[in-house]
């Protein structure tokens, strides 16, 4: 049933399309019964999960090498799949009324329902190579979804860029967990977990922990890698919602958290986890005030919050760990609807800019509420979630070494959220009332209901954290930490230096929120991150990028045949030939006497017809001695016992020479298409290429080495295959996907020389004239 549960998402994708055409626009509403019912499917086993137990389902797969389709349920996948599931249900429910009227809207929802199965089985894999798998689909997903708008540039750069930077670290992330398992023993994330003090200790531990940080830091935009999230905001806002406030960059969170009790707790761990999410924090919050459009706001808190959950992870203690589970729920609950109310009013207005928007209140009274309650949890006003979570981020930086420091850049940033919270949540609302382009009014149910549930949860889980604490936290804390921890999260902890801080936050926010115009046209001008920053960088490396791959392409890829066959055999000469003198290659060369009266002329003749080939001045003469080599090389074939070669070698030959004599009757004139000097150059290169292989030739059969593959292959036909004939067994069974692409070349080439045999010459003026073809020298 997990199995199905975590797939079914897939399923649906593929089916979408012919229930789009049953049910047309409603179909939004439909699909969002589906994540439902996946979270129905999943409540069942909070109780257990909460009481400490941990579940395991086992799906074998490609289990000689390791790979397994095995699901693993605890307190941190729960919570992570609660938002998945909770939030697309909304989001699906959204998108049928935001892009009602897009042509596309099917392809949409495909989409959304491929990402959607694609992080089911990101946060449920036990398996480190099916937890990659699910990890690349996230971003290919991600990129569909992005460049959904495919028509405009700014889409489609956006959706590359998320891709390159997030796909390099997935590659990096790949890596990581294949040495994770060789240090292990085990692919299995549940089993390295319990390993962790040795996996500490061992040699490949710092290559590994970087390469894993590298895949968690780009996935969740940390600095230098957080340029690509806000530039993914071509996205449709449903896109920005889900992918950018809830889940996806949360991924990244989620692989901090998973490998903590695999990686965390050293000093190299904190040595680069902790400064890095300091400086995401400070980044992102400093650039969300750059800015004016709601969704690049929203996205660059979005990083600056990404950076405080990276920072938590980063100190590892218990009191740390709680406050980024509370701060990633209050952040999914707050952003997602802050993202919905930024789409709705460019819906309702045609703008998203914050200075063009202004006096909406009594127009849309209800976008105002889930705004207004979403933006105070944002700035973490008491009570909801967001201060719940903040007060708990100070009470964690407060305890560590650090204090000053870590708390006080937790200060600027919450600063700055208070900040972006009263531009994107209250200026839209309040104020003067601004022109716009279309009356405004309230938007529609399927609009606003998403962001005022959101909200009103912000609220409800603030005022009653008990609500989260025992069900949610404490078991994602308990499979973070590595051990069983009952804690409890409260709202009010009393007239302390938490609150002495919040209060401060709020006023330096509210400060900043009046003066925000001045000191946005302050800083701007000093904000060298927009010329010198990673996203020029990025633009930078992809033309040097670009420049080596049309360098490259001109060279390898001409347009010539008779070059890339050159190349091929040239790289061949040089990469087979630099071990040939490792070999005995003279030990060979004396069994010349071993040579039969009858094998001599069978060689004699294939090398005479060979000759003939390339002297004939006949196309039809140069067909029939090709024929005559390859007979001859069936021949050969027969005398040493491999009938079967022999066999399709003979059907190979008939099959060429049919189809060449067909040919040569459509073809224009003969004539030379090279010069003396290429001709020379492509008989040495001839000559070597088969030098080297009768010397290779030689060598292989001269020395006797231990056979491994024909006792491998005798022992395991019968009993894995269930077939007798080992060779038949090694074609079909063994290497059957190598034969099904030998097949599928094979149908191919078929299906272009039919195509050659239907051309009609002379279509073009070109044709006529004969100018594709090259003039003889």
């Known amino acids: 049933m997990m199995l199905l549960a975590v797939l079914s998402g897939f399923i649906l994708a593929l089916a979408e399309p012919g229930l789009f055409r049953m049910t047309g626009r409603k179909t939004g509403w439909l699909l969002s019964v589906f994540p439902v019912t996946l979270m129905l499917y999943f409540a069942q086993f909070t109780t257990s999960i909460a009481s400490g137990e941990k579940l395991a389902f086992e799906y074998p797969w490609v289990s000689n090498l390791g790979v397994h389709l095995n699901f693993y349920l605890d307190g941190l996948s729960l919570l992570f799949v609660f938002l998945i599931c909770g939030i697309g249900t909304l989001v699906f429910f959204y998108s049928g009324a935001y892009l009602t009227h897009h042509p596309e809207l099917s392809r949409f929802y495909s989409f959304l329902l491929l990402f959607m199965a694609s ?37 489609r750069s956006a959706a590359l860029q998320a891709l390159l930077v997030t796909g390099t670290g997935g590659l990096a992330l790949l890596a990581g967990l294949l040495l994770l398992g060789e240090a292990g023993g085990s692919l299995e994330i549940s089993t390295l977990a319990s390993l962790g003090d040795s996996i500490r200790l061992h040699p490949l531990y710092t290559p590994i922990l970087l390469l894993v940080l590298a895949g968690a830091f780009t996935k969740s935009a940390q600095v230098p890698f957080h340029f690509w999230l806000p530039n993914a905001m071509e996205a449709p806002t449903p896109v920005s919602t889900y992918l950018h406030a809830a889940t996806m960059v949360k991924a990244g969170i989620y692989l901090l958290a998973r490998f903590t ?26 650039l969300a005030l750059m800015h004016t459009d709601l969704k690049r706001i929203l996205a660059y808190t979005t990083v600056s919050a990404l950076g405080i959950l990276t920072l938590l992870l980063g100190l590892g203690s218990t009191a740390a760990i709680q406050a ?14 802050l ?33 207004g309650l979403a933006a105070l949890s944002s700035a973490g006003f008491p009570p909801f979630l967001g201060f719940v979570g903040k007060e708990l981020m100070y009470q964690a930086t407060l305890s560590t070494s650090q204090a000053y ?83 409890e999260v409260v709202l009010w902890h009393g007239f302390d230096p938490k609150l002495l801080l919040s209060v401060g936050v709020f006023l330096a926010g509210i400060t900043l929120y009046f003066g925000w115009s001045g000191i946005r046209r302050t800083l701007i001008p000093l904000d060298s991150s927009a010329r010198w920053g990673p996203n020029q960088w990025y633009y930078a490396s992809l033309k040097v990028l670009e420049g080596i791959c049309r360098i490259q392409t001109r060279f390898l890829q001409s347009g010539h045949l008779h070059l890339y066959l050159l190349i091929v055999i040239m790289s061949t000469i040089v990469l087979v030939g630099s071990r040939l003198p490792e070999q005995d290659v003279l030990a060979g ?81 003969f004539k030379a298409y090279s010069t003396k000097m290429e001709r020379t150059r492509d008989a040495a290169a001839a000559l070597v290429s088969g030098g080297l292989f009768t010397a290779l030739i030689l060598a292989a059969t001269a020395i006797e080495r231990e056979a491994r593959l024909v006792p491998y292959f005798a022992e395991n036909a019968l009993e894995l295959a269930r077939g007798r004939n080992v060779v038949n067994v090694i074609l079909v069974d063994f290497r059957g996907f190598d034969t099904l692409g030998e097949i599928t070349v094979l149908s191919v080439a078929a299906v272009g020389v039919y195509a050659l045999l239907k051309l009609k010459a002379g279509k073009t003026g070109e044709e006529k004239s004969g100018k594709f073809l090259r003039k003889p020298p």
């Open 589 to 669: 060369f004396w069994r010349w006497m071993d040579l039969r009266p009858y094998e001599a002329m069978l060689a004699g003749s294939i090398l005479m017809a060979a000759l003939m080939v390339v002297r004939s001045k006949s196309r039809l003469t140069a067909v029939v001695a090709l024929g005559v080599v390859g007979y001859g090389v069936a021949l050969v074939f027969l005398l040493f016992s491999a009938p079967d070669l022999a066999m399709t070698q003979f059907s190979i030959e008939t099959l060429s020479v049919v189809l060449l004599v067909l040919v040569i009757f459509r073809l224009p004139r």
């Open 405 to 487: 420091l870590l708390t006080g850049a937790a200060v600027l940033a919450s600063a700055s959220f208070v900040t972006a919270a009263g531009i994107v949540g209250f200026k839209p609302f309040f104020g003067k009332r601004t022109p716009f382009l279309r009356e405004p009014h309230e938007a529609p149910f399927a609009l606003w209901v998403g962001p005022l549930l959101l909200a009103v949860l912000g609220a409800l889980f603030g005022l009653k954290p008990d609500l989260i604490s025992e069900r949610l936290i404490a078991p994602a804390l308990s499979a973070i930490d590595a051990q069983a921890i009952f804690t």
């Open 261 to 286: 009790p695999i990686l965390g707790g050293t000093e190299l761990w904190m040595h680069l986890v902790l400064p890095v999410g300091g400086f995401t924090m400070l980044t992102g919050a400093y």
């Open 339 to 371: 993202f919905l109310v930024a789409g709705i009013l460019d819906h309702e207005t045609g703008t998203r800019e914050a200075e063009r928007l202004g006096g909406l209140l009594q127009s849309m009274p209800i976008t105002a509420l889930a705004a």
């Open 324 to 337: 980024a589970l509370v701060l990633l729920l209050a952040h999914a609950l707050y952003k997602g609807a």
């Open 119 to 155: 992080m089911l089985g990101l946060v449920l894999a036990d398996n480190g190579i099916a937890l990659f798998i699910f990890w690349e689909l996230t971003s290919i997903s991600s990129y569909l979804l992005i460049g959904f708008d495919h028509k405009r540039e700014e889409a």
